[in-house]
């Protein structure tokens, strides 16, 4: 029913996946997610869209084999084959006017879905000044791809082995003590990178928009299981979000939730043998 | 494969032959797992009756001129009629008889709340007490036999030539399911959008397989889709496509979206690690088949001792597949008291038999988390009732210094659902009730946007699985009515 497309390893268990999935591709805007099911028996996984193509009926997803399930698709599915579900575009998508500049993040993994973000606020008139950050050099991707969509690219690596050597918000905070006009930033990328850049940002007073990415079972406003407290009120992910005002977020509470299945996730691993065998190429 | 019935055998009579009704015999149990059994395994607690069992039963009815069953039942099944073929050996000829009303017979045999309808007004209650016709249980036994042992055939199925409209329905749950059948039935194309991997709704993720098997929900969408009924997973309208296309694309529309959005009480530590609203909790067990995880890939949290918070029929779910987990302790916590439960009798039932505790006239108000951010106990409050409420049942005091804590490390929260708002906020002059309750004239089922109908949970909230099929049904006269004169018959819905 979905066919994987096209698939690519971009850097050590980072995936990036096109599929074939008409409706998501027509009805997709920035922000939004979908939920992936690889077989029948699998759980249902939300994933960032990070490109869209209504004319091929594509979409593209970028994943790390983090989990059973990743691990499963990333290391059991190829080009040709096909995906149980496919369900989306889900989610609020980000909102998208001439601010004047936005500074969109993105932080490893989180590089891919700001992709379609910054595509949007460029089209939408905005100066987009792009940071992204990684680990090391040999994990970077879509440089060239982002480039095309910003106004500037700054990369950071956490070695200094490309760009600037430190964080994310390094980079930031250089831009900001330049004195450049920031109007409004976007950050997308690992939680503790989102919580850092929102704390970071919220003296300056300039709106930090963050996407959570929490554990959900439907994905459409059904479960409950994504809720978090956001300000005074608790707020589901899926519908709600996943953008958020990063300074409300209750980041303790984001990082207690993503825990809740941790020993079954453990569990399930250990259960696995093609997980184990992934786990082991990994070390060598 | 077609199965010969020895209808004399059975006890039953041939056809032609006059019937002696044994109404004074006594109502024949279903055969259930035990306790000890039934906690081990989550699969289905009755196990039906064997046909000489049905036709038994079956002969006990008086087969009524002027049944009051049939004016009890919400969808005026035939039950006489059934009834009569199934003591004449015809079961297969039963279910067919029962699916020109109800198409959902397997799962209304099953779930439906027979006490309070149509076994409430069975005429043998007033002259042999609790002993009325097993009328849900025979339902159930002729659906279960036509799919054992008949093949249907798309030549069998009573079908009007195509008119030519196309009608979408969004939602494949009861209400969804009983509007397609029929409109598929008058003639015209349906088209389901559903927005899960599975057709069923409701019957797939809120109803534990162990009181509706899902093998047997399959079974009905398969009855539905051979009726020529195109089903669209993975499309979640107002999401995967804007509704306003879906209205440009067809004739009419049947909003069948039920009500899954979870209410939680809005309390203190309630986004603790190990508090579940019933929603999350039954899906991942019911739909997603948690209980096999590993093997399935979605996890569950293994209650040692669980607190349910309410008494209706989701919190009796909740609470005995809590027990199947392996709770040690499963327990509702209920604010009013035991008359007051909304959850079905034989439900209640089952739960004790398979040791739930009720602590009731309690109310939680805050939750206590460990040092791992996880639920280890809730604080509750003692009640007593006042005055009926709105609802007419006594309304729930709180009893000031009667706080105290309840031991817990996980919670699912069973309060109720409430419509999603996703079709409502994406369809401009869609008029509501407290923004999510689709508001529709009861005759027609017309919502306050031409060529859209609306049924089911959608429309009342909460509710049960007959009234759904019921919703489904009278919608699909008002939708066929309409398609074929819009004019003359579009009323307001106000």
């Known amino acids: 029913m979905y066919q994987i497309t096209d698939k690519k390893v971009l850097a050590t268990g980072v995936v990036e996946m096109t599929i074939r999935a008409p409706r998501v591709a027509k009805a997709h805007k920035p922000g939004q997610f979908l939920m992936v099911m690889n077989r029948e028996e699998s759980e249902r996984i939300p994933l960032t869209i990070a490109d869209s193509n209504p004319e091929t009926g594509e979409v593209t997803i970028v994943f790390l084999e983090v989990g059973r399930s990743t691990i499963e698709l990333g290391q059991e599915f190829r080009e040709g084959d096909e995906l149980f579900a496919v369900l989306g575009p889900l989610g609020t998508p980000t909102h998208i006017e001439n601010y004047g500049t936005v500074v969109v993040i993105g932080g490893g993994l989180g590089v891919a879905p700001i992709y379609p973000i910054c595509k949007g606020l460029k089209a939408a008139g905005n100066k987009v000044v792009t940071i992204i950050g990684y680990r090391r050099k040999d994990l970077m991707f879509w440089n060239d791809k982002l480039a095309g969509v910003s106004d500037e690219v700054i990369i950071t690596t956490d070695d200094g082995s490309c760009g600037i050597k430190g964080f994310v918000t390094t980079a930031l905070e250089q831009l900001h003590d330049e004195g450049r006009t920031i109007d409004r930033i976007v950050a997308i990328g690992p939680p503790i990178m989102m919580r850092v850049v929102a704390e970071k940002t919220q003296p300056w007073g300039i709106p930090t928009i963050v996407s959570l990415n929490t554990i959900m079972v439907d994905g459409t406003g059904m479960c409950g299981g994504c809720r978090i407290a956001v300000g005074d009120e608790t707020k589901f992910v899926c519908v709600d979000g996943p953008d958020f005002d990063g300074h409300k977020v209750d980041w303790d509470q984001m990082f207690n939730r993503m825990k809740v299945y941790k020993k079954q996730e453990q569990k399930a691993i250990a259960a696995d043998p093609s997980c184990n065998l992934y786990f082991e190429t990994l070390k060598r | 494969m077609a199965e010969t019935i020895d209808i004399v055998k059975l006890g039953g009579v041939k056809e032609g032959e006059r019937k002696r009704p044994r109404s004074k015999e006594a109502r024949r149990e279903i055969a259930c797992q035990t306790v000890a059994d039934r906690l081990k395994n989550y699969s289905e607690v009755a196990l039906g009756y064997t046909p000489d069992i049905a036709v038994a039963e079956a002969m006990r009815c008086l087969e009524c001129p002027k049944p009051r069953c049939v004016v009890a039942c919400p969808v005026h099944i035939d039950i006489p009629s059934f009834i009569g073929l199934i003591a004449r050996g015809k079961f297969t000829e039963a279910a067919e008889d029962i699916r020109q009303y109800n198409n959902l017979p397997a799962v209304c045999g099953r779930v439906c709340p027979q006490e309070n309808l149509c076994e409430a007004a069975c005429i043998i209650n007033d002259?042999?007490?609790?002993?009325?016709?097993?009328?849900?249980?025979?339902?159930?036994?002729?659906?279960?036999?036509?799919?054992?042992?008949?093949?249907?055939?798309?030549?069998?199925?009573?079908?009007?030539?195509?008119?030519?409209?196309?009608?979408?329905?969004?939602?494949?749950?009861?209400?969804?399911?009983?509007?397609?059948?029929?409109?598929?039935?008058?003639?015209?194309?349906?088209?389901?959008?559903?927005?899960?991997?599975?057709?069923?709704?409701?019957?797939?993720?809120?109803?534990?397989?162990?009181?509706?098997?899902?093998?047997?929900?399959?079974?009905?969408?398969?009855?539905?889709?051979?009726?020529?009924?195109?089903?669209?997973?993975?499309?979640?309208?107002?999401?995967?496509?804007?509704?306003?296309?879906?209205?440009?694309?067809?004739?009419?529309?049947?909003?069948?979206?039920?009500?899954?959005?979870?209410?939680?009480?809005?309390?203190?530590?309630?986004?603790?690690?190990?508090?579940?609203?019933?929603?999350?909790?039954?899906?991942?067990?019911?739909?997603?088949?948690?209980?096999?995880?590993?093997?399935?890939?979605?996890?569950?949290?293994?209650?040692?001792?669980?607190?349910?918070?309410?008494?209706?029929?989701?919190?009796?779910?909740?609470?005995?597949?809590?027990?199947?987990?392996?709770?040690?302790?499963?327990?509702?916590?209920?604010?009013?008291?035991?008359?007051?439960?909304?959850?079905?009798?034989?439900?209640?039932?089952?739960?004790?038999?398979?040791?739930?505790?009720?602590?009731?006239?309690?109310?939680?108000?805050?939750?206590?988390?460990?040092?791992?951010?996880?639920?280890?106990?809730?604080?509750?409050?003692?009640?007593?009732?006042?005055?009926?409420?709105?609802?007419?049942?006594?309304?729930?005091?709180?009893?000031?210094?009667?706080?105290?804590?309840?031991?817990?490390?996980?919670?699912?929260?069973?309060?109720?659902?409430?419509?999603?708002?996703?079709?409502?906020?994406?369809?401009?002059?869609?008029?509501?009730?407290?923004?999510?309750?689709?508001?529709?004239?009861?005759?027609?089922?017309?919502?306050?946007?031409?060529?859209?109908?609306?049924?089911?949970?959608?429309?009342?909230?909460?509710?049960?699985?007959?009234?759904?099929?019921?919703?489904?049904?009278?919608?699909?006269?008002?939708?066929?009515?309409?398609?074929?004169?819009?004019?003359?018959?579009?009323?307001?819905?106000e």
């Open chain 2, 127 to 493: 002259t042999n007490a609790h002993n009325p016709i097993a009328i849900g249980r025979l339902e159930r036994f002729s659906a279960d036999w036509q799919f054992m042992h008949s093949e249907r055939r798309a030549e069998d199925i009573h079908k009007k030539p195509s008119t030519g409209y196309k009608v979408a329905v969004i939602g494949s749950g009861p209400a969804g399911l009983s509007c397609s059948a029929d409109l598929a039935k008058m003639g015209h194309t349906v088209h389901i959008f559903e927005a899960l991997h599975k057709a069923g709704g409701v019957l797939m993720y809120g109803i534990p397989e162990f009181r509706l098997p899902k093998a047997i929900v399959q079974k009905e969408v398969e009855y539905v889709s051979s009726l020529g009924v195109q089903m669209e997973l993975n499309n979640v309208v107002g999401r995967t496509m804007p509704v306003q296309e879906v209205l440009d694309e067809f004739d009419a529309v049947f909003v069948a979206s039920g009500a899954g959005f979870p209410n939680m009480m809005n309390i203190p530590g309630e986004n603790l690690n190990g508090i579940y609203s019933a929603n999350e909790f039954l899906t991942r067990v019911n739909l997603m088949k948690a209980w096999t995880h590993p093997e399935a890939g979605t996890p569950i949290r293994r209650p040692q001792r669980l607190v349910v918070v309410g008494a209706g029929f989701t919190a009796f779910d909740v609470v005995r597949i809590g027990l199947r987990l392996g709770a040690d302790e499963a327990r509702i916590v209920y604010r009013r008291s035991r008359e007051e439960m909304p959850g079905r009798g034989e439900e209640i039932e089952h739960a004790e038999e398979e040791g739930a505790i009720f602590t009731l006239l309690t109310n939680p108000v805050r939750y206590i988390g460990d040092e791992n951010g996880s639920v280890k106990a809730v604080e509750v409050q003692k009640m007593e009732l006042g005055e009926p409420d709105a609802s007419g049942r006594r309304r729930p005091i709180p009893i000031p210094d009667s706080n105290y804590i309840i031991d817990c490390d996980t919670v699912v929260v069973a309060i109720g659902q409430t419509p999603n708002v996703l079709i409502p906020s994406n369809l401009p002059g869609l008029a509501t009730r407290w923004g999510s309750v689709i508001k529709v004239n009861r005759e027609t089922y017309m919502t306050t946007v031409p060529k859209v109908f609306a049924g089911g949970d959608a429309i009342t909230g909460a509710a049960t699985v007959i009234l759904a099929t019921r919703a489904g049904r009278e919608a699909a006269r008002a939708i066929d009515a309409y398609v074929r004169d819009p004019y003359r018959a579009w009323q307001s819905p």
